[in-house]
């Protein structure tokens, strides 16, 4: 074959409403890249099919019967068998608390479920390809609930024992920007950002890129109203921080 197979992302849908549940498949298999693989109505049901099925993304539910969604995301995540599936939160309550929950929990992305089609399929992209999707309702909730340090105050432990380079995509990743972005204003190659933020994971010890948007706030590294990246300007306002 001349040409390489398209990837099709294999997704899992979860709600304990079944029109819900018809109307997200619908969206989903409309796009080329995508695929509904199995459905669940509640979170028990969620395990046992991401186990059966070992999808690439669930589409989950905050509210069920039978395990919320928070709640199946925790065991989800560490669940070892599937450490490479991304669970991405799509609920009607974009409340602080579910949001900051969810994202603690492992959900690499939270969504209201106002999204549009093309909103979610690009959202489903995203965690699948390791980075978050966050609508600004959610990101909003982060920023109001995580708490940041003084000017002058020593980082976090774990923070500080990254490397200044490691520090700076913290940072730009605090602030939304995906590894592209990263790499155009660091001046390095998608794969070398996708690394970076592969081994902040690991130094962090946080399950997915939403994550570090919290420990980003959390540490000073990046302050609300600090607002998205601008790539325009050298280095994207990047900050030296010791």
Known sequence: MSELAQVVVRVLVVD?????????????????????VGEAGDGEGAERQAMEL?????????????GDGIRTTARLSANPALAEMKVLLLTTF??????????????AG????SASAAEI????????????????????????HVGGRGENAPLPGAVARLTEREREVLELVGRGADNQTVADVLGMSPATARTHVSRMLAKLQVGSRAA??????ESGLVVPGAGPVDESS?????RRRT
Do not use: C, W
């Open 121 to 144: 399929a690009a959202s489903i992209r995203a965690v699948h390809e390791g980075g978050s999707a966050l609508s600004t309702a959610a990101q909003s909730a982060l920023v109001r």
């Open 212 to 217: 570090l948007v919290i420990v980003a706030y």
């Open 110 to 113: 939270f969504l209201g479920k």
């Open 54 to 66: 070992l999808p690439d993304v669930v589409l989950m539910d905050v509210n069920m019967p039978r």
């Open 16 to 36: 304990d409403h079944h029109l819900i549940r018809a109307a997200v498949r619908q969206i989903v298999d409309a796009e080329p890249d995508l695929e509904v």
């Open 94 to 107: 974009e409340q602080d608390e579910n949001v900051l929950r969810g994202v603690r929990a492992g959900a």
């Open 234 to 238: 050298p280095r994207g306002h990047v």
